[in-house]
């Protein structure tokens, strides 16, 4: 069912599991990072790394330890696809070349995922499983530890410290992602996605030749990389594959499982912070844009004009029938206003104005909801300019959770909005002014323009959607947006920790009769105007050149 009430009916069931699932599971991940206990099974894993999880880690310790476990993860998982040719369960696929492993490698540790290669033709059994899907798991992980990092800045009281990296990894993994994604694994293998190592099979014919296809574990690797906002598809076609999502409830399950922990995450912050109206303030901003944008872009691709638009019921194209406009619509919007990347359709066969639906949507930010973690801790960044903003109109002295919001604290929440413009902008504009990059465009014109837009917008913003159309494989695409990966993950990050860090070793403050109330629906519109001026200006030149120009010309 392909029609506007079909997209109603689908958001209004999403909203409704999102709702029963929000209470539980935030009240979960408050308990699950307030815990003081650690589980055996945690404790033999401390051990074998050598941590102390009882530790208190102050800001630079736990930035050292978070780039230090994913520079361990990227060297490992870039010497795994390099020996993949001499390995067992390869499927007789050669080893990776070495700007594609590199860029494979950066790609999921950095929670991006971004594929420059057809996975059933490239990755064997234990790439894809020992690989690909734990840093599935880990990269989520540390995503949640920042999150949670910063929210110990703001609840904390002249201790400076953050908590233990290494406990608040493992719980996230040991108690949130696993159960999590053997409960989503079950559901999609009811669904009839595939869960095998089965080898290469030949089926059917296609112009004269059998196709080949492999299978996989495919299941488990699913429903972690929605479930972790990963978005890496076992397969090329991604979430429209088959093996992958083959039916409308899959593809609404999958999409239910991208917003879950990121919305949830706000109740976990509000239960943290001794105040779920705080929680439900930032939910409130974040449902509003997501709420937003899923409008626009099912209006935009219901409402297009022509014999082609209305025979078909709307732009169809580079759609599933299975799906519709409606199902390819809402899984658009959440895979792009997250970190997921996952995609069940070719975002550049979508309108003009819906491609910069799905560019605005990353450039934002991804944080309604955001990634795992990232989304939070994006938000709370922009509470934080929020505040600030308002102190100056009023003329005081701004205040987040009883936390003064001074030079040094806005220096590095500005910090932190500059970083991925400035990747993303300055990446754009050497691939254009250069000859041999801009030749990997399919298109030319403002379409041409999106292309590399959209690719480094995804690299920067560690979401690993694709626009398509783009020959990717090559050594600038995979270095640069290796690059762009690596920067635009781990600097954030930096500034996030030391945000944290700076807000700690204060004392709280108490509330006065001129201290900004944050916990009410006033500020939390503040706190959307504020996201689409701060940081929605500053690509709008951008998108003028590209998606607003080929929307306008249609």
């Known amino acids: 069912m392909s029609s506007p009430l079909a997209g109603i009916l689908q958001l209004l069931a999403?909203?409704?599991?999102?709702?029963?699932?929000?209470?539980?599971?935030?009240?979960?991940?408050?308990?699950v990072y307030s815990s003081g206990k650690h589980y055996r099974p945690e404790r033999w894993i401390y051990r074998a790394i050598g941590a102390d999880p009882s530790a208190g880690m102050r800001w630079p310790a736990y930035l050292r330890a978070v780039l230090a476990f994913s520079a361990v993860g990227v060297l490992l998982l870039h010497l795994l696809q390099r020996a993949q040719g001499a390995l067992p369960g390869s499927l007789g696929f050669a080893s990776i070349d070495p700007d594609q492993a590199f860029n494979t490698a950066v790609s999921f540790v950095t929670n991006t995922n971004w594929q420059s290669y057809y996975g059933e033709q490239a990755m064997g059994h234990l790439v894809q499983t020992g690989g690909l899907a734990v840093q599935n798991f880990v990269s989520a992980a540390v995503g949640m530890a920042v999150a949670v990092a910063l929210v110990r800045g703001f609840t904390g009281s002249r201790t400076g410290e953050l908590g233990n990296f290494w406990a608040d990894l493992v719980r996230g993994i040991t108690r949130v992602l696993l159960p999590l994604s053997v409960a989503g694994a079950l559901v999609l293998v009811a669904c009839g996605v595939i869960q095998n190592f089965s080898g290469i099979h030949a089926v059917g014919q296609f112009s004269g030749d059998a196709q080949q296809w492999n299978g996989g574990a495919v299941a488990s690797q699913e429903a972690i990389k929605e479930l972790g906002t990963n978005g890496g598809g076992y397969f090329n076609a991604n979430a429209a594959h088959p093996f992958e999502n083959p039916t409308p409830f899959s593809n609404l399950f999958e999409i239910f499982l991208i917003l879950l922990i990121p919305f949830s995450m706000t109740r976990a912050f509000g239960r943290m912070a001794g105040s779920l109206r705080q929680g439900y303030a930032v939910l409130g901003a974040m449902a509003v844009i997501w709420l937003a944008f899923t409008a626009l872009m099912m209006w935009t691709e219901f409402a297009g004009r022509g014999p082609a638009f209305e025979a078909a019921g709307g732009a169809m194209e580079g759609k599933e029938t299975r799906f519709g406009i409606a199902g390819s619509s809402l899984f658009a919007v959440a895979t792009t206003l997250t970190s997921t990347g996952a995609v069940n359709s070719f975002h550049s066969s979508y309108t003009g104005f819906g491609g910069g639906i799905t560019l605005l949507g990353m450039q934002l930010g991804e944080i309604a909801p955001g990634g795992v973690g990232s989304g939070l801790y994006g938000m709370l960044i922009m509470a934080v300019v929020a505040v600030f903003v308002a102190g100056l109109l009023v003329g005081r002295t701004p205040e987040y959770l009883g936390k003064k919001i001074g030079t040094r604290q806005i220096t590095y929440a500005a910090c932190y909005l500059l970083v991925t413009p400035a990747l993303v902008l300055g990446f754009t504009?050497?691939?254009?002014?250069?000859?041999?990059?801009?030749?990997?465009?399919?298109?030319?014109?403002?379409?041409?323009?999106?292309?590399?837009?959209?690719?480094?917008?995804?690299?920067?913003?560690?979401?690993?959607?694709?626009?398509?159309?783009?020959?990717?494989?090559?050594?600038?695409?995979?270095?640069?947006?290796?690059?762009?990966?690596?920067?635009?993950?781990?600097?954030?990050?930096?500034?996030?920790?030391a945000l944290a860090g700076s807000l700690a070793e204060q004392r709280p403050v108490p509330a006065t009769a001129g201290t900004l109330r944050t916990d009410k629906p006033l500020y939390s519109g503040l706190l959307v105007a504020t996201i689409l001026i701060v940081t929605g200006l500053t690509y709008f030149p951008a998108l003028a050149l590209g998606p607003l120009a080929e929307g306008l010309a249609s």
């Open 429 to 497: 504009g050497l691939a254009l002014a250069l000859p041999g990059p801009a030749e990997s465009m399919t298109h030319s014109g403002p379409h041409g323009f999106s292309e590399i837009l959209y690719a480094y917008t995804s690299a920067a913003n560690n979401n690993g959607s694709a626009f398509a159309g783009l020959n990717a494989d090559t050594p600038w695409f995979n270095t640069t947006t290796g690059i762009a990966m690596l920067l635009g993950r781990f600097l954030p990050m930096v500034f996030v920790l």
């Open 14 to 31: 999403l909203l409704a599991a999102l709702a029963l699932a929000h209470r539980p599971l935030g009240d979960h991940l408050a308990r």
